[in-house]
C-alpha cells in the first residue's frame, strides 16, 4: 500500500522530484506473467533499501509519511521509511535481462525481462537471457515434469507452486556444440523462442479480431515446433510424447 505505487503518483512525485526516478523502479506480479509475455500494469515500486539517505527524494518522504505510524510498528529492525526486506543482494540482477515467471501456475509462464522490472514474491526469476532455456521451461516436456515435481493446489482449477527447489532439480539439456545436430537445434529454439516473444507483443497490441486470430494461429504453430524441437533433443519414443501431449 504504501511501497507500490500507480503510474500516477510516480508522475506527481518526479514532477516535483526528478531525482526520485532513480529509486522508483517498474514492478510486476506474478498475475502479470504469462507464456512468453509479461504485461506491465503501471505499477512502481519504491525501492528504499537499509541505510538509505532520503535527503535527495524529499517527495517521497511525502509520499510515504501518511503510512509512517503503521510502517513504525512493522516486526523488523529498518528505518520507516525503508523496505522490510530490499533483498540487496540481487539488485544488480534485477537490473539485467533475466527469465521471470509466478510463484503459482496452471501452465508454463516463463518469459524474458528486459525492462529491469523488480518484484514481490509472487514472481521469481532466473538471471541471464537464454532463449534456448527460455525454451525448455515453456515445453510440454518440462512442464510435465513440474507437475511431478510440484504440490498441486486444488480449488477450482489444478495449479501447480513454482518454487525454488522445484525449478533447480528440472533436467536441462545441456548442447555438445561440436555437435552439428545439437548445435542446430539448439540454434532453432533460440530462433524460435525470439519470434515467440516478438508474436505475444504483436498480439497484445493486435486492433482486430482478424489479426488477433492470425497472431494466435502462429503462435501456436511455433509453440508447436518448439515442442518437436524439444522431444527430439531429449530422445523421446512415440509412446512417452503421447503421454505428455494426453496430459
Known sequence: EAFIISD????????????????????????NIGHYHCQWDGKWLIYTPHGISM???????E??????????????EQAWYELQQPQVAYVGLFEK?????????RFP??????????????AYFIPGGSLYLLGLLNSKLLWFVIRGLSNA??????????????IERLPIRAIDFSN?????????????????LDLNKQLAKAKTPDEKTRLERQIKATDNELD????ELYGLTRKEISIIEDR
Open 8 to 31: 500516477t503518483e510516480r508522475k506527481k512525485i518526479v514532477v516535483s522530484n526528478p531525482e526520485a526516478k532513480a529509486i522508483i523502479k517498474p514492478y510486476i506480479g506474478g498475475k
Open 55 to 61: 535527503t535527495p527524494y524529499p517527495m517521497v518522504i
Open 63 to 76: 509520499h510515504l509519511r501518511p503510512f509512517k505510524s503503521k510502517l513504525e510498528k512493522r516486526a523488523t
Open 97 to 105: 535481462p533475466k527469465i521471470i515467471f509466478p510463484d503459482i501456475s
Open 109 to 122: 509462464k516463463f518469459s524474458l525481462d528486459v525492462e529491469q522490472v523488480y518484484f514481490s514474491n509472487t
Open 153 to 166: 493446489l486444488r480449488g477450482g482449477l489444478w495449479r501447480f507452486r513454482l518454487f525454488s527447489g522445484n
Open 180 to 196: 552439428h545436430s545439437d548445435k542446430s537445434r539448439h540454434d532453432k529454439m533460440v530462433a524460435l523462442s525470439g519470434q515467440m
Open 228 to 231: 518437436r524441437l524439444v522431444y
